[in-house]
């Protein structure tokens, strides 16, 4: 039995929670014992919310099975848990997660790792250091519509990639999500995810050119569009925008021309145009990302094995790659060695 500590319940803590009582009521040998937060008496009455709605309502969540903490020292020390799931603002991995590991956890962290690269390395030799598990919810290597991308692009089905958009946007956070300090920024909170498949789909790119724009004072990039140049040539690119206010909504989509069709990823739905046939939509899993990788995380500790998808080392490249976009922003525009970046 895998013994699981939820640390953070905001409205992510809230998705793992109705995740692992999933997992769960599936059989799978794993239980949430604790859940850990400093506003713990508040939050399990109150709704959160955030781009992607969580499944259960507050009203319906039933927390008298679960011990709860507002400390996490006191949790630690009452309970025997081998894992504990963070679930803080970003700059709290980092420190958090290497004195876990130390102790002997395994943890799995919410993205993006860390708020440096640095101290995402910290996390990495601790992990070595330790003999422990780390992963980091990287969902969207999980997600059935880009794991549908990657299988396309690495099977070459519809033949080399020609270009590549990616796009993510809705509406400025409230909160920690709009101190650079604390975030990151929108750069680093939000477009990491499709960074991450950029790299993870493509490769790294040689070069990078972004360019950004601070609309929240105090919150970093808020608007951005980077491109992502590889020495075959192929045109990627990815923005992200949380200024759009009103009833715009969320949106996270993307658009891929390859030599023998392309894909198109929006509203959930992606919709496969073969050039010299008739299109379809693709036949995917409903469950999302969130789910999936928590289900592949427990039954890599259930088995004993390691892990071989969203391995932290992979997930650092998304974070320097991130970083070296950041610098090349700062520079408006001026292309950025990734390798340089990576040394």
């Given amino acids: 039995m895998v013994k699981v500590g939820l640390v953070g319940f905001g409205m992510m803590g809230h998705m793992h929670f109705e995740n692992y009582v999933r997992l769960a009521a599936e059989g799978v040998d794993v239980q949430l014992v604790a859940i850990c937060d400093i506003r713990i008496e508040e939050l399990k009455y109150e709704n959160v919310t955030g781009n992607i709605a969580t499944d259960t309502d507050h009203a319906e969540m039933d927390l008298s099975a679960y011990h709860l903490y507002d400390d996490l020292e006191k949790m630690l020390a009452d309970e025997s848990l081998d894992v504990i799931d963070l679930t803080l603002p970003t700059d709290l991995h980092a420190p958090i997660a290497c004195d876990l590991l130390a102790r002997g956890y395994h943890v799995f962290c919410e993205k993006p790792m860390a708020i440096h690269t640095s101290a995402g390395q ?59 300090e604390r975030s990151g920024g929108a750069m680093l909170d939000m477009h990491i995810h499709d960074v991450d498949m950029i790299q993870w789909v493509f490769g790294l790119p040689e070069h990078v050119s972004s360019i950004a724009r601070n609309v929240v004072p105090g919150s970093g990039y808020d608007v951005v569009s980077t491109n992502y140049i590889y020495a075959d040539g192929k045109v ?16 996270m989509s993307y658009r891929v021309n390859f030599e023998q069709g392309n894909l198109v990823f929006i509203n959930d739905m992606v919709q496969v145009n073969p050039n010299n046939s008739t299109g379809y939509t693709a036949e995917l899993s409903s469950d999302r990302g969130y789910y999936r990788q928590l289900r592949y995380f427990i039954e890599c500790l259930i088995e004993g094995q390691p892990m071989s998808q969203a391995t932290p080392e992979s997930t650092l490249r998304s974070l320097q790659l991130v970083e070296a976009e950041m610098l090349s922003a700062d520079r408006a525009g001026d292309k950025v060695s990734v390798t340089q970046i990576l040394a």
Avoid at 126 to 132: D, F, G, S, V, Y
Avoid at 236 to 251: C, I, P, S
Wanted: aromatic letters at 14%.
């Fill in 236 to 251: 990627v690119n990815a923005q992200v925008d949380w200024t759009l206010q009103g009833d715009y909504g969320f949106e």
């Fill in 122 to 180: 910290q996390m990495v030799d601790a992990a070595h250091a330790h003999q422990k598990q780390l992963m980091i919810g990287q969902c969207l290597r999980f997600w059935p519509a880009y794991e549908y991308l990657q299988k396309v692009v690495t099977e070459q089905s519809l033949g080399q990639v020609i270009s590549a958009t990616f796009f993510r946007g809705g509406a400025t956070p409230k909160g920690w999500f709009v101190e650079k």
